[in-house]
């Protein structure tokens, strides 16, 4: 039974989402922080009976989430999700409140409604334990944000301890030592995915320091609990692969469901053949959105359905068909979604952080379409005040494309990147964040048809961007 | 081959790699290099002895905590007295947080431990609960033309300067060594210690000379000058930063 405050913050929070969608506003958190004020157990209350699967860590919750929650929907589930980056109590508060009534109607037409939230690190801490949730899934643990949070370990206690409130299923991402040594005192309630160490770069290469550059490093090369340096077998990327200490013993577990593809293919193509493995069965689909990351994405998505199927008992969620439903998800809008603008398209790839980064120039160096990529960088609470973190990413090795673009409130310090990594001045062009749209126009106008123009914002210059496409080439607004 | 070149020491490349201080030697690389000078970078971490008369100039940047530890042992234990023998001599360093820290006396945690540093730098540190963060403006104290420097800093220790060691600068905005003082940074003979990531080299090309010049003068005589370089670039950068560092 629900309490009278919780149904009165109901109200309440109802009321203002109506308010805010009247002026034309996204309302994705503030309904949501005042019904958790005026009933501070309306989270508790409201998950209280629901099915719920969380994703957490640093990189990759939004799209993780969003892959777990299409195929959950292409199985036949009523699926409640939270907006993009409303990923605090705030906003999972408000997720609640606005999916009371059209879980209800879901359920009247036979469907089973499952929650599929994305929390934030910190966050997590705090509201997982009035979440109960069957399934925790956490993707992964980069530098991200660092001025926000202090260290990287804070970051990690914080998972720690959200994981500690509940009773749920952990899914670890194997090839992440950081991420992995959580099973610690949880070994009965975890399971690991990962890539298979066979779809990994053997580790025979030893960095090489060029003569002018040098190799950026990892976020975790030494075992946290005897401070010996990790040796790999494999490597995917970043600090990712078949770790092991040779003080300790610690060591990369088998992953229970791990994914297969052929290293020498790129990932940066549409349809990239995947076969997702588990003990007993081995079955064939695609990366649905590219880019290597995302094969990361894509096995925890699969790990996390199928999981939760067997824990509800739902012979629909077998891993035939829940690859064949992931294979066919589409990306989200203005996340790695090609857009088509007459004969020629853009694609926009959000990157907040160090690995990101390095990702997404990864997947522009080794993309056949790529002409011209545009930065933008913008230093407000949202992104990390804080913009060092672009010299921690290496430039130096990736092939840029001819044409460069850059803006943001911080396109200065982008600037400098590009040509400290020995970018000629001359493919540059770069404005300040007013002219930001006006340099997109050109950006766009000067890429050849058939070609794509590649853009790499950080958060907040992303959701000025958006609104300007959104006016512009009329797309359809990102939140619902 | 150029008939210049300079071998830049990275110490604990593998351990030390937040915000963004890679970007640091970066610059000296790339500012060297619009003169034709070469650099050899020389990745030294764990184990590893530092050789003292191999190097120009010393770069030690700063890392998380855990990281931190373990490298105050091998820093005290492996390298230790060949730093300091290095530091005396005149050796070109520039330290940034963590490293700055290391090469004072001590570093005092929050709960009153002591953890013994290098002792290279007469400068002690202690921790406190409240963390300086944000961007900084200072005003630097060495001969260099435009004495702004522009910078991020991200510390709960708060650093004081004994006999001998002059601050890098004065605090125009931010908070600096310790937040009381007004100072921020050291300079001892040729050590430069300063709190700012940002990166701090690259926003502010004349610090960056300065800091070549130094080397290039030790390793290739007194009246050796260094050709001005084109920083239009670097000025849209400082500009641009000026404007929005609020
Ligand atoms: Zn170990």
Known sequence: MRSFRVGFALIIAGGIRLSLRLLGKGATALPGKIAVKIAPRFIREMASGCDIITVTGTNGKTTTTHMISESLRKSGYYVATNVSGANLSSGIATTFAQELRPVRRAVSKGLKPVYVLEIDEAAFAKVAGDLSPKVCVVTNLFRDQLDRFGELLYTRDCIEKGLDMTDALILLNADDSMIAALRKNRESRTEFYGVDERSMTRNNVTDTVASRALPASSDAEYCLSCKRKYEYGARSFGHFGTYSCSSCGDTRQEPQQSVYFDPTKSSSDPGLPLVFQGKDYSVEGVLPIPGSHNIYNAAAAFAACTSFGKIIGDPKLSPIQVAAALSEVQPAFGRMEKIRVGDKSFCILLVKNPVGLDRALSMVASASDADGMYLLLNSNIADGTDVSWIWDVDFESKTMPDKLYVSGERFGDMLLRLIYSGVDTNQLRYASMSEAFVLFEEALSACEPGKCLYVLPNYTSMLALRKFLVGKYRLKDFWR | ?246
């Open chain 2, 1 to 246: 081959m150029s008939k210049y070149s300079l071998k830049i020491c990275h110490l604990y490349p593998d351990l030390l790699n937040l915000y963004g201080d890679r970007g640091n030697i970066l610059a000296l690389s790339y500012r060297a290099g619009l003169r034709d000078i070469d650099t050899e970078i020389v990745a030294l971490s764990m184990g590893q002895s530092f050789e003292k008369d191999q190097y120009d100039i010393v770069f030690f940047g700063g890392g998380q905590d855990a990281e931190q530890k373990m490298i105050r042992r091998d820093l005290v234990t492996v390298k230790g007295e060949a730093v300091k023998e290095a530091v005396e001599e005149g050796m070109v360093f520039l330290c940034i947080c963590g490293g700055y820290q290391m090469m004072g006396h001590y570093y005092q945690e929050q709960d009153g431990e002591k953890i013994d540093c290098l002792g290279a730098l007469n400068v002690y540190t202690e921790a406190r609960k409240q963390r300086f963060i944000g961007n900084t403006e200072y005003r630097c104290e060495l001969p260099i033309n435009d004495p702004i420097i522009y910078g991020f800093e991200n510390h709960s220790g708060r650093t004081y300067l004994g006999d001998n060691v002059r601050p890098l600068a004065k605090v125009v905005y931010g908070k600096g060594n310790n937040g009381e003082d007004g100072t921020e940074g050291a300079v001892y003979k040729n050590v430069i210690a300063s709190y700012s990531h940002g990166s701090l080299l690259p926003k502010n090309p004349e610090l960056c000379d300065y800091i070549l010049t130094l080397a290039l003068k030790r390793r290739f005589g007194e009246d050796f000058t260094l050709k001005p370089a084109d920083n239009q670039f670097e000025e849209i950068a400082r500009k641009e930063f000026d404007s929005c560092k609020k």
